[in-house]
T-cell receptor
Framework: AQKITQTQPGMFVQEKEAVTLDCTYD???????LFWYKQPSSGEMIFLIY??????QNATEGRYSLNFQKARKSANLVISASQLGDSAMYFC?????????????FGKGTLLTVNP | DSGVTQTPKHLITATGQRVTLRCSPR?????VYWYQQSLDQGLQFLIQ???????AKGNILERFSAQQFPDLHSELNLSSLELGDSALYFC???????????????FGPGTRLTVT
């Protein structure tokens, strides 16, 4: 069974600084996908970034990058130049690729607070 | 705006009642997923439909059922409601189920269900 672990219940960062949110995963699958979602206080789930298990380069999307270390089974999210609007809950998720079940398995999340 | 719509946004009902949550996927998306988010269980996958057919089931109670209609909208039916069913229910949609590619899931704004 797939499992996602986010060990940081809460993180604080100063505006304009970079922050890393940790995510480790456990799976016996060779092919899988890793996702990060942002959930602001308003409640919606916003897709941020995706990394495939066979992708050789780390994914980047604007200020978001994914530090993918396959051997360590980690997929940390790096947010550069934090903004006040980045304050939110962040979820790491995994999806099996190639099977018939495309569900996402989520971690418990990290609450990020950006201080001015 | 993810393009996924959910109605109603809020729902307050009493124990023992039955409710129906509605979801319209993004234009062109054939796959619909339902998730439940609660404080104690976190984000959990309930059920997935693809082009009208059930594809996968997660931790969905027998009191809950879902369907996807020919126009691809989906409904989640919750019956014999209990206090513990109070949660935020998300619908998400994604493109096809072809292997490979991110096929990230885009989430609707959610329906907040309160059972009193």
């Amino acid at each position: 069974a797939q499992k996602i672990t986010q060990t940081q219940p809460g993180m604080f960062v100063q505006e304009k600084e970079a922050v890393t949110l940790d995510c480790t995963y456990d799976t016996s699958d060779q092919s899988y996908g890793l996702f990060w979602y942002k959930q602001p206080s308003s409640g919606e789930m916003i897709f941020l970034i995706y990394q495939g298990s066979y992708d050789e380069q780390n994914a980047t999307e604007g200020r978001y990058s994914l530090n993918f270390q396959k051997a360590r089974k980690s997929a940390n999210l790096v947010i550069s130049a934090s903004q006040l609007g980045d304050s939110a809950m962040y979820f790491c998720a995994m999806r099996e690729v190639g099977g018939s079940n495309y569900k996402l398995t989520f971690g418990k999340g990290t609450l990020l607070t950006v201080n001015p | 705006d993810s393009g996924v719509t959910q109605t109603p946004k809020h729902l307050i009902t009493a124990t023992g009642q039955r409710v129906t949550l509605r979801c319209s996927p993004r234009s062109g998306d054939l796959s619909v997923y339902w998730y439940q988010q609660s404080l104690d269980q976190g984000l959990q996958f309930l059920i997935q439909y693809y082009n009208g057919e059930e594809r996968a089931k997660g931790n969905i109670l027998e009191r809950f059922s879902a369907q996807q209609f020919p126009d691809l909208h989906s409904e989640l039916n919750l019956s014999s409601l209990e206090l513990g069913d109070s949660a935020l229910y998300f619908c998400a949609s994604s493109r096809t189920l072809q292997r490979g590619g991110p096929y990230e899931q885009y989430f609707g704004p959610g329906t907040r269900l309160t059972v009193t």
